[in-house]
């Protein structure tokens, strides 16, 4: 698949990512740009693994069939919190370089 030649936040790159028809695994990838990039570096830089999970609860999170799953208890809450660290040094890095970020599911 070849990226059309266009401004990596312009409508044009948002409607070619909208309108991608190959399998990518969970569907198609999503983007953010580096404004929205540089926006979640802030948010996330303000969360700690506790405040992260805080209130969640599992069973909900089975009931909505939420990735990746299965949702059996505050154990997996914490596997998921302890990534917070590395998507907090990456997205801070990316917004530090204005960069923009693809994401997607495989």
Request: hydrophobic letters at 55%; proline letters at 7%; charged letters at 30%.
């Given at each position: 698949?070849?990226?059309?030649?266009?401004?990596p936040d312009s409508e044009e790159m948002f409607d070619f990512l909208e309108n991608l028809d190959?399998?990518?695994g969970y569907g198609p990838p999503s983007y953010?740009?580096?404004?929205q990039v540089a926006t979640a570096a802030s948010r996330l830089?303000?969360?700690?693994?506790d405040s992260l999970i805080r209130g969640v609860d599992p069973q909900e999170l089975?009931?909505?069939d939420i990735y990746p799953g299965p949702w059996e208890g505050p154990s997996e809450l914490t596997?998921?919190?302890h990534y917070l660290p590395g998507v907090q040094t990456f997205f801070a890095a990316?917004?530090?370089d204005g960069a923009a970020v693809i994401c997607w599911l495989d």
């Open positions: 698949m070849e990226l059309p030649d266009v401004e190959d399998d990518w953010l740009t580096p404004v830089a303000a969360l700690t693994e089975k009931r909505a596997w998921v919190a990316a917004a530090r």
